[in-house]
């Protein structure tokens, strides 16, 4: 367990003295980054704010609008706008994602779910033609996986509940950034190449995309006019003009009858959306998760994500098993095992709460942790996979072991971006198209990609007649997103997440063992050799990640070139912040103070 903090008076008399004396009141880097993502710097300390996200341009637009006097929330909208533009493969106003939200004058942690959601006409069997599950690839690739987005709708609640820019002021560095282009480097240009293939399909996504059929050179300036464009719609007029109105008839059109060249060899499913669907979406606040962790509060995300109640029920389950004088391979045998065990029960328990009954109280619960975690034998992995536990609030702590389960998704796509501000607000936001340039499809002259989020649902039942997690009217698919705000005694002490499928849960789940078990500092944390273990035969593992002392307790291996991407910033005990990114996972992240250090 990491060292105590200082006294809180000692915490907030070293903020206050450092402003008084204007500690850092340079700029937290001599050269303000230029367009591109040359000038990323992965760790930043100082005061007045922070931001870290995987994009340095994306960094600077919400660093600007915190030095201007907005707060954590206009900042997060204005670098979410600017990755929809710098990091279109992984986000934009096509998708959906999550938001949680430290407001530090009430002390309260709130969400915003703006997960798509299916479109009413869609039944549980709409993956399913002939009795069989169409390919993955082909589904990924359609209308039919294209949800109703629902990240025009979080931005403009967020700010409307907690803002202080209106979303016209928020979008501007977005849109700037958009009509006068940014320099191409080596990971826009490599998501790119990977999707040349489809987008090549569509004439919309290969004028936009390509050059020529290829990406974009590295170097290259590359511009949006078409996005700046909606972004000054949506400014003029608020997301409204997304949901209802031309743009909303021409998304439900591109879904309905997508935009394929003739001669393409490729066989795209046209989707079910219609008007009433996007008129009738909603993004709503939802109660935080919520587990208490070696004396920390640890808030996350509600389903429909299955992110705060995996990684909260994989936590409980370590704080029950894992002594807190653990070496470091008894430290990662737990965190590989107490990973499974949460994996079984998120799998046959979680799924949207309109639908499904889940019994998030119990999955949270100590008793139901204990239960899970007498499974966990030090000296020999468990057989993979488990079988979910019974959270029925009986728990008598008998190990039963059968098993079923299935192996998750772990996507390159997604982003998530964290920011504070000077008042102590903080935002830790995960967002996404889905798929690595969502389902490929740009809206003709609007600049941006469709999701195929649906795709999120399983497409037949994997949990023996009782899958939470099925397609049907108005649902949303079951995430694994799990932005995260930590408290210790009622104020910040960490706030991070990550991309990467079903990844996200373990890779956020490590990051904290690292830093809490391990004592990492936090860049150390985040730069460490990733290993996941989502209830599979064997774990995957990142290349670099020390695996002999695993292997000997019964722990197999496959190899996985990367796993996540996360951002984070740690609220330091002399009152400092400190921001952090990845520095090499995606091509390295971008972290920002306002007042450097
Ligand atoms: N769609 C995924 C989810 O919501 C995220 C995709 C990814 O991170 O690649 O869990």
Same mark, same amino acid.
């Given at each position: 367990?990491?060292?105590?903090?200082?006294?809180?008076?000692?915490?907030?008399?070293?903020?206050?003295?450092?402003?008084?004396?204007?500690?850092?009141?340079?700029?937290?880097?001599?050269?303000?980054?230029?367009?591109?993502?040359?000038?990323?710097?992965?760790?930043?300390?100082?005061?007045?704010?922070?931001?870290?996200?995987?994009?340095?341009?994306?960094?600077?637009?919400?660093?600007?609008?915190?030095?201007?006097? #907005?707060?954590?929330?206009?900042?997060?909208?204005?670098?979410?706008?600017?990755?929809?533009?710098?990091?279109?493969?992984?986000?934009?106003?096509?998708? #959906?994602?999550?938001?949680?939200?430290?407001?530090?004058?009430?002390?309260?942690?709130?969400?915003?779910?703006?997960?798509?959601?299916?479109?009413?006409?869609?039944?549980?069997?709409?993956?399913?033609?002939?009795?069989?599950?169409?390919?993955?690839?082909?589904?990924?690739?359609?209308?039919?996986?294209?949800?109703?987005?629902?990240?025009?709708?979080?931005?403009?609640?967020?700010?409307?509940?907690?803002?202080?820019?209106?979303?016209?002021?928020?979008?501007?560095?977005?849109?700037?950034?958009?009509?006068?282009?940014?320099?191409?480097?080596?990971?826009?240009?490599?998501?790119?190449?990977?999707?040349?293939?489809?987008?090549?399909?569509?004439?919309?996504?290969?004028?936009?995309?390509?050059?020529?059929?290829?990406?974009?050179?590295?170097?290259?300036?590359?511009?949006?006019?078409?996005?700046? *464009?909606?972004?000054?719609?949506?400014?003029?007029?608020?997301?409204?003009?997304?949901?209802?109105?031309?743009?909303?008839?021409?998304?439900?059109?591109?879904?309905?009858?997508?935009?394929?060249?003739?001669?393409?060899?490729?066989?795209?499913?046209?989707?079910?959306?219609?008007?009433?669907?996007?008129?009738?979406?909603?993004?709503?606040?939802?109660?935080? %998760?919520?587990?208490?962790?070696?004396?920390?509060?640890?808030?996350?995300?509600?389903?429909?994500?299955?992110?705060?109640?995996?990684?909260?029920?994989?936590?409980?389950?370590?704080?029950?098993?894992?002594?807190?004088?653990?070496?470091?391979?008894?430290?990662?045998?737990?965190?590989?095992?107490?990973?499974?065990?949460?994996?079984?029960?998120?799998?046959?328990?979680?799924?949207?709460?309109?639908?499904?009954?889940?019994?998030?109280?119990?999955?949270?619960?100590?008793?139901?942790? *204990?239960?899970?975690?007498?499974?966990?034998?030090?000296?020999?992995?468990?057989? *993979?996979?488990?079988?979910?536990?019974?959270?029925?609030?009986?728990?008598?702590?008998?190990?039963?072991?059968?098993?079923?389960?299935?192996?998750?998704?772990?996507?390159?796509?997604? %982003?998530?971006?964290?920011?504070?501000?000077?008042?102590?607000?903080?935002?830790?936001?995960?967002?996404?198209?889905?798929?690595?340039?969502?389902?490929?499809?740009?809206?003709?002259?609007?600049?941006?990609?469709?999701?195929?989020?649906?795709?999120?649902?399983?497409?037949?039942?994997?949990?023996?007649?009782?899958?939470?997690?099925?397609?049907?009217?108005? *649902?949303?698919?079951?995430?694994?997103?799990?932005?995260?705000?930590?408290?210790?005694?009622?104020?910040?002490?960490?706030?991070?997440?990550?991309?990467? #499928?079903?990844?996200?849960?373990?890779?956020?789940?490590?990051?904290?063992?690292?830093?809490?078990?391990?004592?990492?500092?936090?860049?150390?944390?985040?730069?460490?050799?990733?290993?996941?273990?989502?209830?599979?035969?064997?774990?995957?593992?990142?290349?670099?990640?020390?695996?002999?002392?695993?292997?000997?307790?019964?722990?197999?291996?496959?190899?996985?070139?990367?796993?996540?991407?996360?951002?984070?910033?740690?609220?330091?005990?002399?009152?400092?912040?400190?921001?952090?990114?990845?520095?090499?996972?995606?091509?390295?992240?971008?972290?920002?103070?306002?007042?450097?250090?």
């Amino acid at each position: 367990m990491r060292s105590s903090r200082l006294p809180r008076s000692l915490v907030a008399l070293a903020a206050a003295v450092a402003l008084a004396v204007g500690v850092g009141v340079a700029p937290a880097s001599a050269h303000p980054p230029r367009p591109g993502h040359g000038d990323k710097v992965p760790v930043a300390t100082g005061y007045g704010g922070a931001v870290a996200t995987v994009d340095a341009d994306a960094t600077r637009v919400g660093i600007d609008v915190l030095r201007q006097g #907005g707060n954590a929330v206009d900042a997060a909208v204005a670098a979410a706008a600017t990755l929809g533009v710098t990091e279109p493969f992984s986000s934009g106003i096509g998708g #959906g994602g999550f938001f949680v939200y430290y407001d530090a004058a009430s002390g309260q942690v709130h969400t915003i779910d703006g997960r798509e959601t299916a479109p009413m006409a869609m039944t549980s069997d709409a993956f399913v033609e002939d009795g069989v599950p169409i390919p993955f690839a082909d589904a990924v690739t359609s209308g039919l996986s294209v949800g109703v987005p629902g990240t025009p709708r979080t931005w403009a609640t967020a700010l409307e509940q907690w803002g202080s820019l209106d979303l016209r002021r928020a979008l501007r560095g977005a849109t700037e950034v958009a009509r006068r282009g940014f320099v191409v480097d080596q990971t826009f240009a490599d998501q790119t190449t990977a999707n040349a293939a489809r987008f090549a399909a569509f004439r919309s996504s290969s004028d936009l995309f390509l050059r020529r059929g290829a990406a974009p050179e590295v170097g290259s300036v590359f511009r949006n006019r078409d996005l700046a *464009k909606t972004y000054d719609l949506l400014a003029r007029r608020g997301v409204d003009a997304l949901y209802t109105g031309r743009l909303a008839e021409e998304i439900v059109r591109t879904v309905q009858d997508p935009p394929v060249r003739r001669h393409s060899p490729l066989v795209v499913r046209p989707g079910l959306l219609e008007l009433g669907d996007l008129a009738s979406y909603e993004a709503p606040l939802r109660a935080p %998760t919520t587990v208490s962790y070696r004396g920390l509060d640890v808030y996350g995300m509600a389903p429909p994500s299955s992110g705060g109640s995996t990684v909260g029920e994989a936590l409980n389950i370590l704080e029950a098993s894992l002594p807190e004088d653990a070496d470091p391979t008894q430290t990662l045998h737990h965190y590989l095992e107490a990973s499974a065990l949460a994996f079984a029960d998120r799998n046959r328990y979680v799924g949207d709460p309109a639908f499904v009954d889940v019994p998030l109280e119990q999955l949270l619960s100590d008793g139901f942790a *204990k239960e899970r975690a007498c499974l966990i034998d030090p000296e020999a992995a468990l057989p *993979k996979p488990v079988a979910p536990g019974v959270p029925d609030g009986v728990y008598d702590a008998e190990c039963p072991i059968a098993s079923t389960g299935t192996e998750g998704s772990d996507g390159q796509s997604t %982003t998530h971006l964290t920011t504070a501000d000077r008042w102590g607000n903080v935002v830790s936001y995960t967002l996404t198209i889905e798929s690595l340039g969502g389902n490929g499809i740009v809206v003709p002259g609007r600049g941006f990609l469709l999701n195929n989020e649906l795709t999120d649902f399983n497409f037949t039942d994997t949990q023996g007649g009782v899958d939470p997690n099925l397609p049907g009217p108005g *649902k949303r698919p079951r995430s694994s997103m799990a932005p995260t705000i930590i408290l210790e005694d009622g104020r910040p002490f960490l706030a991070l997440g990550s991309p990467g #499928g079903s990844t996200i849960i373990t890779t956020v789940l490590q990051v904290l063992v690292n830093r809490l078990e391990l004592e990492m500092e936090l860049p150390d944390a985040v730069a460490a050799a990733r290993a996941s273990q989502r209830n599979t035969v064997a774990v995957q593992a990142e290349p670099a990640f020390d695996r002999a002392a695993l292997q000997a307790l019964g722990h197999t291996f496959t190899d996985t070139p990367e796993i996540g991407a996360v951002t984070g910033i740690e609220f330091q005990d002399d009152g400092s912040l400190l921001a952090v990114a990845e520095p090499v996972r995606r091509g390295g992240g971008s972290a920002a103070v306002v007042h450097g250090r």
